[in-house]
C-alpha cells in the first residue's frame, strides 16, 4: 500500500489514515492510494466498519489547488469519481475529523455515511474565497444534511464551524471527548454501527431540502446579498447549485454542481485570487530567516503619532494582547487620536463585531503620553508621524537615545529610504520599515522594508508578529514606495486623470466598486488623506517633474486644505451648505466647476466618494 495512506485493521474495524503532510492535500496520488486501500477494506470479510481519519492532527484542508487545471485533477480517480466510490461501498464508512476538515476534506467526510470530530476540529467550505464553489459534492450534500440556511451560510461565508457546532447543525453525528480519544470514540461508535447492522449510507435528514421553502426564497436571497457582493461571480454560482439540490435528485446535482464549479474556476475572478493564494504563500518564504532565527520578545509596543496610521496601528497590538503606549506632541492631537479609538471600537460594537466588555478591555492597553520616557522599555517602536525626512530623523534620534537597547525602532514611512532613517541612529541593526495600509486595523497587508543593515532577528520577529497581529507580510527592500505604493502609482495616475479629462470622481470609483474592489481608488486617497501624498510627492519633485499633470488634482485639493475624511472639509455644493458660508481657502476653482462638479451635481455621488472630492 502506498505510503500516502496508512492502513491496518484491528478487531473488524479498518483504520485508513490519510498521510500526506503537512495538511493531507487530497492530491491524485492520495486519490488513488485512497481508492485502493477502501477496495481492500470492502473485499476484506473480517471488516465491519472502515474509519477514515488524518495522520498528522489534520484530517485534510482539501483538494490540492496546484492540481487545478492541470490534467492531474482529471486523472483517475478524479476527485467525484472517488467520493462516489465511497458512497457507494457496501460497509459503513466513518469520518475522524481532527484539526481541519475544510472545502474537499470536508466533501471527503460529507461522502461518509457517519462523521465523528474532536472539539477543536475546523469544519468549513473557504471555496468561495478563491472564487470558486465547492465542486465536490458540498452543495449537494449539505442542505440535505443540515438544511439550505445553514449550508448557504457556510458555503458563502466560507468561514469554519468549531465540531460543537457543527454537531448542533447535525454536520456531525458525534463528537469525541477530546483530541486524543478521537480514533478510540470512532472505534466505539465503529462497534455500534456494527451491531446496529447500521446502513453504509443512512438516509439524510432532509432528502428534500427544499421542502417549505417560499417560492421566491432563491430570489429573494440573491436580491438582499447582491449589494455585498459586487460584482462577484461565485457566490451566485454557489446559490444556483444550492438551489439545484433543492430541485433535482443527487446524481443529477452533482452533474450540474460540477458544471457550476468550472463556470467559477474559469472566471478570471478565480484565477485572480488563486494568485492571491500562492503569493501568500510565497511571500511567506523569506531568504535568511530560517525556522530557528531567533525572534525578540515583544511584550510592550509604542507607537508615535496618533493621525490616521498611528491609532490604527496601535489597535492591532492591544486587539492581540499588546500593551501599547501612544506618543504625540501636543495634548490636542493625543486626546484626538485616543477619540478616534475609541470611536472605532464603539463602530464595532454598534454592528455586533465586538462586545462592550472586550473592547474596553483593548481600550485599557492603550495608554496616551507627550514623554518619550514612557517608551524606555517598549521592545518595538513604529513610527507614524508626518511623512517628512526630517522629522523622521529627528524621531529616530530622540528614540536612540531614550530606548533600551534591543528595542526594535520601526518606521511606517510610505516612500522615504529607510537607511537614511537608521543612520541617524547608533543601532541601525535595529532599525526596519513596518508600513500598514489605511485604514491600519482592517488592512491584511504588511510591508516590512528590510533596511541594508536590518539584522535577521529584527526581520524575523517583524514577520513573527506580522502573524500574530493577523497581517499578511510582505517584505520589500528599500525603494521609493517600496511594493504597494508602486504599484498604485500608475492606478491612481490614470483615475486622476479620467478626473481632469472630464469623469466625476464618483463615476471613476464607481467603475472599481462595480469591479468588485471595496473602495475606489479616489475614495481611498480621501480616507488616506490628500495630505500624505502630497508630501510624498513634496519629496520627489525632481522625480516627476517630467510630468506634473496628473498630480495637479490632488496639488489643488492639498492647497485648498481639503485633506479628505480626517478634516471633513466642506464643499459649496454640498446640499444645505452656501457658498457664503464657505471659507474662500475651501472654495473650488470656477474652471472645475465647469469641467466635472456640475455634472457630479447632477448624479449625485455615491456617499463613500466624500470629503475632498465630494461636491
Ligand atoms: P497624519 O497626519 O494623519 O498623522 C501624523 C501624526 O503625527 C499627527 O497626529 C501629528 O500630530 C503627529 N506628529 C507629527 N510630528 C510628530 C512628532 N515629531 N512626534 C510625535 N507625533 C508627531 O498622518 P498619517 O496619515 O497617519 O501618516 C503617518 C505616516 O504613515 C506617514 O509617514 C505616512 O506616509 C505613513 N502612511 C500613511 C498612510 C495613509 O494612508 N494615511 C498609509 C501608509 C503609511
New binding site residues.
Partial sequence: MSALVQYHVEDGVAFIGLANPPVNALSQPVRAALAAACEVAERDPAVRVLILYGEGGSFSAGTDIEEFGTPAALSTPDFPTLLRHLTQLDKPLIAALEGVALGGGLELALACGYRIAEPSAKLGLPEIQLGLIPGGGGTQRLPRLIGVDAALSMIISGQPLLAARARELGLIDRLADSADALLDNARAFAEELAAQKAPPQPQPPQPEPGAGLADDFFQRYIEQNQKRWRGQVAPRLAVEAVQTACELPLEQGLVRESALFSKAMESSQSTALCHVFFAERQADKVPAVERDTPRRPVAKVAV???????GGIAMNFANAGIPVVL????RE?LD??LAQIRKNYEISIQRGKLSRRVAEQRLALIDGTLDYADLADADLVIE????SMD??R??FGTLDKVCKPGAILA??????NVDEIAAVTQRPQDVIGL????P?NVMRLLEVVRGEATAPEVLATALGLAKKIGKVAVVSGVCFGFIGNRMLEPYAREAHRLVLEGATPAQVDRVLTELGLAMGVLSMYD???I??GY??RESRRDAISHDPSYCKLADELYGMGRYGQ?RGAVSIFTKGASRKKTPKSLQLPSVWRRSWIFPAVRSPIRKSTTAAYSC
Fill in positions: 508615535i503619532g496618533a493621525g490616521t496610521m498611528g506618543l504625540e506632541v501636543k492631537a484626538r487620536g507614524a508621524v508626518f511623512e522629522i523622521k529627528q524621531v518606521t511606517n514611512t510610505s516612500t522615504l508600513h500598514f495600509f489605511s491600519a480616507l488616506a488623506g495630505d500624505v508630501l510624498v480626517k
